[in-house]
Structures are given as C-alpha cells and as structure tokens.
C-alpha cells in the first residue's frame, strides 16, 4: 500500500514526459526551421561564332533528389584585378537552370595569369541557403584551315592566345575533337592534339556523304577542358562526296513526291472491294427492320 | 426441346449477371476507375512536362507504349481473324467463343492506337495525316486500315448481337432491369423477329462481314508489321517481319481467350458454356502455335546470325549478354517456344488451371519479346552513338510509362464488365441453331449445284 503513491508519481512523470516535454521539444525544434543547402554548378563555353556562354544549374539535394530551384536571382559578377565588378543579373528555368550569352566583342578582365573570372550568386531565402560558384578559363582561339598535299585532303587547327600586346601565342598540348555535323549529332572522326606551334592536323577521310555539291560542316570541339572550358569551331568545305539526293527519290519510289500507279490502283481496288461488301451487308441488316412483322412472331 | 425455350433456360441460368448492378460490381468498377485515373494524372504530367518524364530520348524514341501499341493490335486482329473463321468454317464447339473474341477485337481496337498517340510529343501534328496523307508512306497504310478495321469490326459485333438484343428485349418483363436498358434492347433489335427472310438476311449480313474481317485483319496487322519491316533497321528488316506479326498475333489472341474464358468459367460459373474440352481445345492451339513460334524465331534468328554484319553482331549479342538483354530474352523465349510444349503437352501437367496459367506466361512472354523486338534494335543503330548521356543509349520505362500501361489493361476490362453486364457474355441465340441451318452464304449454291449434278 506504500509503494501505491510512488507508482502514481512514477506514472505522472512518464506521461508528462511524452505528452508533453518530447511534443513540446519537437515543436520547438520544428519552429526553428532549418534552411535546405544550395548548390550551383557553373560551366563556360566558347561558342562556334566565338560568343561565350555561361550556363549555370541552381539545385537542391543530391543523386535522385537533386531538385532544380525556379525563378531563382543569380548575380554575376567579374573580376577586374582586385575590383568585383557586376556582369548582370539573371532568372533560373523551372528546372533551376539559366544560361547568359555574352556577344563575342565583349572582353572579359584577366588577372595576371591570363585567367577570366565569373563568379555567380544566391543569395537563397526563407528556407533555402545561399551559394556562390566561381569559374576560371582562359580565352583560347581556335583557326580551322583547310588544304590538299599531294592529293591528301588536310584539316589544321590551330590553337592560340591573344597576349596583352595583341600578339597571338600559339598554345601546346590541347586535345580538340574533329567531326562533321549530321542530321541528328556530330559523327566524330578523331582526337588530336596541337604541337609547339599550336598546330595539329588531320587526314580527312575520302567517305564522308556530303550534300548535292559535298559540302560538309566540320566541326571542332574542346571537351570541358580545365583552363578552356569548352570550344566549339565550325567550318563548311565541299570535301564530302556528292550524294545526289534527288535520284536516290526516283530510284525509291516510295519516299517519292507522287505515289505509283500500281500502288493507287492497289489501294483503291482493295478499299473499295472491303467497303462495298461493307455497306451490302448493312443493307441487308436494315432491310430486317424493313420486313419486321406487324403480327408478332413467335417471341425469342 | 424448342430453341427459344432453351434460350429462355440459358438466359435465367445467367440472368444474374446482365441484371441491375450489385454493390460487387460497383468495386469493380471503382478500382477500375481507380487505375485509370492514375493513368490519367501520368498522362496529364507527360502533356505539361513533356517527353522528358518517361524514358524515351532523342536515340531510344519508341518504348513501352510502341510495345503496347504493337501487341494490343494483335490481339485484337488476332480476335477478328480467329472469330471469322470460326463463323465461316462453322465450328459448332466454337460457338460460346464468338462474343468474347469480338468483344476483344473491338476493345483492343480502341485502346491499342491510343498508345500511338501517347508516343507523340506534338500529338496534335496527328491532323496532318488526315489533311496531307501520303499514300506511299506505310503509316498512312497503318491509319486507313486500322479506321476501317474499327468500323468494320464495331459493326460485325453489332450484328452478332442483333439476335440476343431480340431474346432480351422478349424476355425483359422477367429480368430486373433499368428501364432505359430496355428501350434500348427494342432500339438495337431492329425489330427482329426471327422470321425466316429476317434471319436468312441477318446471316447473310453476318457471313459478309466475317468473309471481309479475315483479310481486312491479315492486311492490317501485316501493314503494321511493314512499319518496322520497311526500315533499314537491323533485326527488322525482314521479310518474315510481316507473317512472324501474324503468327504472334494469333498466338496472343488464343492465350487471351483461354484467360478470359477462365475467368468467366470461375466468377459465373459457366462450366456447361466454356468446358473442358474448350480447354484443351484451345490448349492444344496452344502447343501448335508455340511451336511455330519457336520455328519462326529460330528461322528468323539464324539467318541474322550467319549476316557478318557488325551491328548485327552487336544485336545479337545482346540477347545472349545476361547484363543485357540475356535474362530477358531467355526466360521470354523458354514461356512463348517452350512452356506450351511442356505443361499442356505432356499429360501429368495438363489441367484447365494449368492451362490457363500457362496462357498467362504465353501472353506475358509474347509482351517481352515484343518489348525485345523493338527497345534493343533502336539501341544498336548503324552508326556509333556519341556525344550522348547514358540515359538516351539505355532505355528505361519510368512510372509514368507503367501506369499508363495498366490505365489502358484497365479500361479494357472495364470494358468487359460493362459488355458483360449489358448483354450476356455468351452469344445465346447463336449458340442455340441447330448445326446446318445456316448454310453458308458463299457456296450456298455451288453446294446446290453440286447436288444436283
């Protein structure tokens, strides 16, 4: 019977433990909400018409539960020696991602290692961390030339910098992609790599189809390279071979612009065979309505 | 005993069914709904969000719903082909068969294409092929014949149950049944009376259109199948494409019918209707069928392997690779060429409930080698693939995809639950003419001719 009071607190104590002080603690804990981390993932690119482009992805989480964040306010900004100067201020997709495209005129500040600097924020919100993501590259220039020794048809690319002087330097050791472009993606044909002079080149293969007249659009590419980002060159040279497009339509009937005749008459004699057995079977379904019997026949 | 008074037996001994909804009925079709509203809210997500959601890319472009497309079609010609003949060879033990293979053409008939329509990402381009259509190109082939067929077979299936619309619309004063459905029943009976010239015409009516379905579904299938057998494509461009179609098409269709047969055995108790015999009947279809699956198959396949072609190399090889396609294409293979063989042609297996669950592995194992006949063939293109993510070589159907699968399986059995509800699932004015008082229209008279000579 003395033990009786002892339970009861005992009792009183746990239950004020869970009903209250853990809920109230989780409740407090909830109220002070905790703010999601952001990420940016920042790429440059160096367009075939020479403009740069700078594509930026904003998300949250990671693997499966990576989330691009909407309508988020990136600002860029450069570098100009020690001064941070603002580029603009740009507005992410609904799947977080926001692109700026920078006319090829414009240069960008270098500090004294050659590099250019692009440094994007967010500055988050009431439940979302902010983020900054710089990226560094080097403005490289990339010549296509085109010739022919001794019946060997030769791509030079040529890789350089522009110095402070406005000398070009001619850059070693950069890995460039060759290909020509087709209908759906770039048929690549091989990995070069430039020499001392910045030079490298490539026998161009004699089975390449080009158009009516075999004209090809050879395609250079720097592939997300440290100091470069990525590079993209373009240039059109009639080195394919001719495909006459318009014999290859005679020859295939099919993919021609009128249907042959045999084809018409088949169509047309098996269609009309189907539907005229079609439309006489339902003649006589509806002649039954016709002949339906006033006096009631026997029922079914 | 008279014919109309063992109609009047048969239609009390199923009268349950085709009477006002029970609350059974209702779940059914609420869970039905169910599903088909998933489907409806992937669909509505695919049309905001676009093709990127599902895992079709620029590389892999025809997925699951081509699979889809490709096999609900063969079915549903499989039913038309196998109802037309049946009607015009006058297959007496056959008879119970005709409405469900009907119902399964037509309802696969409208689901199947709606599959084509899910593959476009600019669905309402599909105008262009009626207001600019191409009579050369093999798709405008496939939407002439697949409209015709549909109309063809929704009136075939109309006038076979002309006579049974009659039978119900005479006997509604003993069924309890809302009133509206028997206005309906006098409207769709055309006033059939069952008088001698009204059932010689109805027949007559009927013999046509089963005469122009059979073709009408050759054709149509073969047209579908020349889709993929006029590409240049590896693994499609075949002759045989057209004929293995057809085959596949048939061996889908009879696996179906044993199932659904099955079913309606167990939930109404229709073991005098659908008896063993139709079992083993169709059981034995089975076996034949499968074996000259196999033969195709094989036939098909060693002709690829001697072709020293690269990408045909490749292709193969990745049936054979288990980290490919290899347990795919193994275990598919062994349910469409080997498991007919085993369980129903060796006694010691053989039982209905074997044979219908051995249909079940046969339909799902036709599915796969669909799915193997199209995912793997547009993943070994002529020409290497490259500057391309992982994702757009290796196809992987996403959820969107699977709940618009089994949104369409659903609406077709919701499908079956209203038709069945709305006249008997088994034709019983047809079943109940005495054998050779239909005479055949076709060689009506040269058999008279014959007679006389």
Same mark, same amino acid.
């Given at each position: ?27 407090? %804990? ?30 949250? /989480? ?9 309508? %988020?306010?990136?600002?860029? +900004? ?10 603009? +201020? ?6 977080? &991602? %926001? ?25 988050? &919100? ?32 040529? +890789? ?5 002087? /406005? &000398? ?17 993606? +770039? ?21 390449? %189809? /080009? ?12 592939d997300d390279n440290d100091d470069y980002g990525t590079i993209t060159k373009a240039k059109k040279i009639n080195w394919g071979t001719i495909v006459d497009y318009s014999n290859v339509s005679e020859n295939r009937s099919l993919f021609g612009d009128e249907a042959p005749l045999w084809m018409i008459i088949s169509v047309f004699v098996v269609l009309a065979g189907a539907w005229y057995h079609f439309i006489l079977a339902i003649y006589k379904v509806l002649k039954i309505k016709k002949i339906e019997p006033k006096i009631l026949n026997e029922p079914l | 005993m008279d014919s ?49 959601? =599902? ?21 549903? #010609? ?36 709606? #599959? ?30 697949? *409209? ?20 119900l619309r005479d006997n509604s004063a003993n069924l309890n049944l809302y009133g509206w459905r028997k206005k309906l029943y006098k409207f769709l009976a055309l006033g059939y009376q069952n008088t001698p010239e009204q059932k010689k015409l109805l027949n007559r009516a009927l013999d046509i259109m089963a005469a122009i379905i059979i073709p009408t579904s050759i054709i149509a299938y073969s047209l579908l ?13 075949? $002759? *045989? ?19 659904? *047969? ?29 074996? @000259? #699956? ?8 060693? =002709? ?7 990408? =045909? ?18 275990? $598919? ?15 010691? @297996? ?18 796969? *080698? ?24 290796? #196809? ?13 399986? $659903?609406?077709?059995?919701? @499908? ?23 005479? @055949? ?13």
């Open positions: 019977m003395d033990m009786k009071p002892k339970y009861i607190l005992t009792t009183a104590l746990l239950f004020l433990f869970f009903f209250y002080y853990l809920p109230a603690k989780t409740t407090a %804990a909830a109220n002070i909400q905790k703010k999601t981390k952001t990420r940016l993932k920042v790429y440059y690119e160096k367009l075939a018409n020479s403009d740069k482009k700078i594509s930026i992805i904003l998300f949250q /989480g990671t693997g499966k539960k990576m989330k691009g964040i909407e309508n %988020a306010e990136l600002v860029l +900004t450069t570098f100009d020696l020690d001064n941070e100067r603002q580029l603009t +201020t740009i507005y992410t997709d609904a799947n977080g &991602n %926001a692109m700026l495209i920078i006319e090829a005129k414009y240069l960008f500040p270098k500090d004294e290692r050659g590099y250019s600097v692009v440094k994007v924020m967010y500055s988050g &919100n009431d439940s979302l961390k902010a983020a900054q993501k710089k990226v560094k590259f080097m403005d490289l220039n990339v010549d296509v030339s085109f010739e022919i020794v001794d019946s060997i048809k030769l791509i030079t690319v040529s +890789t350089f910098e522009i110095d402070s002087i /406005g &000398n070009p330097k001619p850059i070693e050791g950069v890995k460039l992609n060759i290909g020509v472009e087709r209908l759906f993606s +770039t048929l690549y044909l091989s990995k070069i790599e430039t020499n001392k002079k910045g030079i490298g080149t490539m026998e161009f293969p004699e089975d390449i %189809a /080009g158009d009516s007249i075999g004209t090809i659009n050879v395609i250079v590419k720097i | 109309h008074l063992k109609a009047k037996e048969l239609l009390e001994e199923n009268k349950t069914f085709i009477e006002k909804p029970n609350k059974q009925w209702f779940l059914k079709v609420f869970i039905l709904a169910v599903l088909i509203c998933i489907g409806l809210y992937a669909l509505v997500l695919q049309i905001t969000k676009g093709h990127l959601i =599902t895992g079709m890319r620029d590389n892999v472009v025809w997925g699951v719903y081509i699979v889809n497309f490709v096999f609900i079609l063969g079915l549903s #010609y499989a039913g038309a082909l196998i109802a037309g003949i049946f009607h015009l060879a006058r297959v007496e033990w056959a008879k119970p068969l005709q409405r469900i293979l009907k119902l399964i053409t037509v309802f696969a008939l409208i689901v199947g294409p709606v #599959y084509i329509l899910l593959c476009l990402g600019r669905p309402e381009r599909l105008l262009n092929l009626f207001l600019y259509p191409r009579i050369q190109s093999p798709i405008t082939w496939d939407l002439i014949a697949i *409209m015709t067929d549909l109309i063809f077979c929704i009136v075939y299936l109309y006038f076979t149950y002309i006579k049974d619309f009659a039978l199948a020349w889709l993929f057998g006029m590409n240049l494509k590896v693994g499609w461009h075949s $002759a *045989m494409t057209a004929p293995f179609f057809v085959l596949s098409a048939v061996y889908s269709g009879i696996a179906l019918l044993i199932i659904i *047969m099955w079913i309606y055995r167990k939930t109404q108790r229709l073991e005098k209707v659908f008896t063993d015999n139709h079992f083993l009947y169709l059981g034995f279809s089975l076996v034949i069928l499968s074996l @000259f #699956y196999g033969y195709f198959y094989f036939s098909q396949y060693i =002709t690829d392997w001697y072709n020293i072609q690269e990408t =045909t190399n490749r292709l193969l090889s990745k049936y054979m690779d288990f980290s490919q396609y290899g347990i795919h294409f193994s275990v $598919a293979i062994f349910m469409v060429a080997f498991l007919p063989s085993i369980i129903i042609g060796v006694p010691w @297996f053989r039982s209905i409930n074997s044979i219908a669950i051995t249909s079940v592995f046969v339909l799902a194992g036709l599915w796969v *080698m669909r799915y193997l006949m199209i995912v793997p063939v547009l993943e070994t293109p002529y020409l290497p693939m490259q500057d391309f993510r992982e994702s757009w070589v290796h #196809y992987s159907a996403t959820w969107i995809e699977w709940s618009l699968t089994i949104a369409g399986i $659903a609406i077709c059995v919701l @499908f079956f639950v209203v038709a069945s509800k709305l006249a008997p699932i088994i034709p019983i004015s047809e079943m109940l003419e005495k054998k050779g008082e239909n005479k @055949f229209v076709i060689f009506y008279k040269t058999r008279r001719k014959l007679s006389k000579g």
